[in-house]
């Protein structure tokens, strides 16, 4: 049975940093892309980062956000910086794209999602 468990998530200023993690189990996805999701309230979740044999992003965090793996853990990381209030949202580990690593479709397993708030 394949797992994927967040951590990391909770409330933090602006300007401020947080660090997710995704812990898969199950299965390796060495050759397919793991990625992170987000979803604010009333909104459709989009896609944040994702990253196979390189790294990809949503434009409006790259240059605050990075991701990476990890692969003897089997875990993928998102380091968050220079947070914004519009950054606050449950973000979503997914994993199993081998292609169109943006869309929520392309992926095959999901964690439960991790609450992150932005405010002062």
């Known amino acids: 049975q394949v797992r994927l468990v967040e951590s990391g998530g909770g409330l933090v200023q602006p300007g401020g940093s947080l660090r997710l993690s995704c812990a898969a189990s199950?299965?390796?996805?060495?050759?397919?892309?793991m990625g992170w999701f987000r979803q604010a309230p009333g909104k459709e979740r989009e896609f944040v980062a994702a990253?196979?044999?390189?790294?990809y992003y949503l434009e409006s965090v790259q240059g605050r956000f990075t991701i990476s793996r990890d692969s003897a853990k089997n875990t993928v990381y998102l380091q968050m910086n220079s947070l914004k209030p519009e950054d606050t949202a449950i973000y979503y580990c997914?994993?199993?794209?081998?292609?169109?690593?943006?869309?929520?479709?392309?992926?095959?397993?999901w964690g439960q999602g991790t609450q992150v708030t932005v405010s002062s």
């Open positions: 997914a994993a199993g794209a081998v292609t169109n690593q943006a869309l929520v479709n392309s992926y095959n397993y």
């Open positions: 990253i196979r044999y390189g790294s």
């Open positions: 199950g299965r390796t996805f060495s050759n397919s892309y």
